[in-house]
């Protein structure tokens, strides 16, 4: 009694962004997943977490990079989730906080 075994071959999709020109192109990815990050606001929410030290730390600088922190992990957890809505929603909240000079 002989087995035929037919051959098959699985394509593995690796999600990210494929977007070579982004700040988190991911060059593993196959399929974009709606992650892909400007390098502009990359560079701003950086900036507005990193400029705070305790030196010259005050309340507004404070609460401006603690709002930038929580929109971008906000951001990155719903990219884990694969939750397109929330991506967008995030990423629109970040170019807000950016945007604005008085936040």
């Known amino acids: ?5 037919n051959a098959f071959t699985i394509d593995l999709v ?3 962004c494929t ?3 982004s ?5 593993d990815a196959t399929l974009d997943d709606g992650s892909c990050f400007e390098g502009e606001l990359k560079e701003c929410i950086e900036g507005r977490l990193f400029s705070t030290t305790l030196f010259d730390a005050d309340i507004q600088s ?11 992990q906000s951001f990155v957890q719903s990219i884990v ?3 397109k809505v929330k991506m967008e929603m995030y990423k629109d909240k970040l170019v807000d906080l950016c945007n604005c000079k008085t936040c």
């Not at 404070?62 to 971008?72: E, F, G, Q, W």
């Open 1 to 5: 009694m002989s087995k035929i075994f």
């Open 14 to 16: 690796v999600k990210g």
């Open 19 to 21: 977007d070579s020109t």
């Open 23 to 27: 700040s988190n192109h991911n060059s």
């Open 62 to 72: 404070s609460t401006k990079a603690l709002k930038a922190y929580i929109m971008y």
């Open 81 to 83: 989730e694969d939750n």
